[in-house]
């Protein structure tokens, strides 16, 4: 769906701003009334632009202190499959985002833990572990922006 008016792009900054603000609401700010919003939040969804609303948790606030990008290398893919590696690591609570890259690793992870000991625990037990792991790097997340994206 690429015909988007500006009131379609207006609804949704305001979704991704504010995932549960009401249809009213949001027909409110963009000029719309509330059944007029609704059906074109309806429109979004079902043409698969809005893919669903997502809760973001303060993960430093829940005790989470240390998010880690890991860059992982698998040593041989002809003896261990990518749906192997796959299905292991997303079954570790602390890994948060797998991605299938392609460059200089296979994997990228985004890694939770406590703090740094808590993450040297998961590294070693967990994701070192993991079926025919070769090469990690690791970068410690210092600070996040969160950017509005594409659509401002």
């Keep these: 769906m690429t015909d988007l008016d500006d009131t379609d792009r207006a609804l949704l900054r305001l979704l991704a701003a504010n995932a549960t603000i009401s249809a009213g609401e949001a027909g409110r700010r963009t000029g719309l009334s509330q059944p007029a919003a609704w059906r074109r939040i309806r429109r979004l969804e079902e043409a698969g632009v809005l893919r669903g609303r ?32 796959e299905r292991a690591v997303t079954a570790i609570p602390e890994v948060q985002i797998v991605q299938h890259v392609l460059g200089l690793y296979d994997y990228r992870l985004r890694v939770t833990a406590r703090d740094l000991a808590d993450f040297e625990r998961v590294l070693r ?25 594409p659509l401002g």
């Excluded at 829940?62 to 990008?69: P, S």
């Excluded at 070192?128 to 210092?142: C, I, K, Y």
Aim: aromatic content about 6%.
């Design 54 to 85: 997502r809760v973001v948790l303060d993960l430093a606030a829940l005790g989470f202190g240390v998010t880690v990008f890991l860059g992982v290398k698998l040593a041989t893919k002809g003896r261990v499959s990518l749906e192997d590696f």
């Design 125 to 149: 037990r967990r994701i070192m572990t993991l079926p025919g792991v070769g090469q990690v790097e690791a970068n410690v997340l210092l600070s996040e922006e969160r950017r509005p994206g």
